[in-house]
Every structure is written in structure tokens, then in C-alpha cells.
């Protein structure tokens, strides 16, 4: 049976992580969607997936990538959608054009993935999300409009957990804390290394852990797993 999965920040350090473990878990095609072209031609090339160049914050663009993944396969298995971008800026230093920048990236982008995969989508077929233990707190390091933008993402995703269940289609968040990927440069060598002395199994997380939890819940184990938020931070935040 023929298993297709779309990913939407497929080149990130998370994305590419999931990427990799689903193609040697079996799944396929692989339909790899990142605005960064270079990179999302290596992981394309190492995965065997199918690169598609996309900015998600621009509907238009979405729709016709989903278009063309239409052409490529009669139905999507599962929609992974880890595309997303950090920011520390807050509220007294945040301006509304970067507000409207980082939802549109990680909150809006994501909606537009799912509105348009919607009908590709095969009944008893999987969503997972990307999260951030930062739409829980608040985000205590990072900025406003990252916090938001996550705490966003688990409504989402519980909303169309409840639209999406009569399909048998699971839609389940992942919500990692601190991890080791390219997006950490934002944080100073200080700022991480508070992070790994407040986690109590004092380090980050490796982005093969996050997509350990992702396939998960892209398997048939998880089938009675939906709306759920799981915590994969180290036991930084103990719910």
C-alpha cells in the first residue's frame, strides 16, 4: 500500500529529521516542500523524495504545490507540517510587520497546508505539527509572536482533530523544547546553555528524537491518538 507523505519545512533540522527516519521506515513518495532550494535538494536527494520550492505563507503557491502532488499520487497518507522560524523579540520590541511575518510562517502557512490537503488526504490518513513548549509557557525565552504563533498551532490542531475524526484522520502536535538545529543560532552560547541546566536530562534535544514522536504518531500505533499535544523537552516542563 502505497504510503505518500507531504512535509512542509522539509530542509529544517527537524524537517529533514522526519524526512529521513519516514523513508526508512518505508513511506513514500515523499513530497518535500521548503522555500530553501539548496538544501531541500540534498535532503531530496538522500530521501529519494520529490522537492517542491515553496514559500507557505503565500496561498496561491500552496495550492498549486498541492496541485502538483495531486498529479503525482491519487491520495496523501499524512501531512507533516514543520516549517517555522524563531523569533525573541518582545512585545516592547516587536513591530506589527514582524508579528504579521512570524504568524503568517508558523501558523498561517500551516493552515494553508491543510486546507488545501484536505480532500488529498485518505480517510484514516495523519496530520502532525510542529509545536513549541514556548505555546504553552508563554514562551519564558523566546518572543511574543513565536509564543503565539505555537499556542495557535495546538488549537489548530485540536480543531481539526474534532472536524477530521468522523474521517478516521488523526491530527496530533508535536511540541518539542530546546533542540540542536540551525534555528538555535538565534539564541546567544549563553542563552543554550541555561536551557541545558534547566532541563533535567541537562541537555537539548537531538532532531532525530523529535522525529522519533512524529512518526509515532504517522503510525498505525497511534490510530487512537488524536488532538493530543505531545511533550518531547526533556522534562523541562512536566504537565
Not at 163 to 171: N, Q, Y
Request: glycine share 10%; aromatic share 4%.
Amino acid at each position: 500500500m502505497t504510503r505518500a507523505l507531504a512535509f512542509s519545512g522539509a530542509a529544517g533540522g527537524i524537517g529533514a529529521a522526519i524526512a529521513r527516519r519516514a523513508a526508512v521506515a518505508g513511506y513514500g513518495p515523499l513530497f518535500l516542500m521548503d522555500r530553501d532550494e539548496v538544501a531541500l535538494a540534498s535532503v531530496a536527494e538522500e530521501t529519494s523524495g520529490i522537492a517542491i520550492v515553496l514559500d507557505i505563507t503565500d496561498a496561491s503557491a500552496v495550492d498549486l504545490a498541492f496541485d502538483s502532488i495531486r498529479q503525482e499520487t491519487p491520495a496523501l497518507y499524512g501531512l507533516v507540517l514543520a516549517a517555522g522560524v524563531v523569533d525573541n523579540g518582545k512585545l516592547a520590541d516587536l513591530t506589527p510587520d514582524r508579528w504579521k511575518e512570524i504568524l503568517a510562517i508558523n501558523l498561517t502557512g500551516p493552515f494553508l497546508c491543510c486546507h488545501a490537503a484536505k480532500d488529498l488526504l485518505t480517510d484514516g490518513g495523519r496530520i502532525v505539527t510542529l509545536g513549541s513548549l514556548a505555546g504553552r509557557t508563554g514562551g519564558v525565552i523566546t518572543g511574543t509572536a513565536y509564543a503565539a504563533s505555537k499556542g495557535g498551532i495546538e488549537s489548530l490542531t485540536k480543531s481539526m482533530a474534532q472536524e477530521l475524526a468522523p474521517r478516521s484522520i488523526t491530527v496530533n502536535c508535536v511540541a518539542p523544547g530546546a533542540v540542536e538545529t540551525p534555528m538555535l543560532a538565534a539564541h546567544p552560547p549563553e542563552r543554550k546553555a541555561a536551557m541545558s541546566a534547566a532541563t533535567p536530562l541537562k541537555r537539548m534535544a537531538k532532531p532525530e528524537e523529535i522525529a522519533a514522536a512524529v512518526c509515532f504518531l504517522l503510525s498505525e500505533d497511534s490510530a487512537f491518538t488524536t488532538g493530543a499535544v505531545m511533550a518531547v523537552n526533556g522534562g523541562l516542563r512536566m504537565d
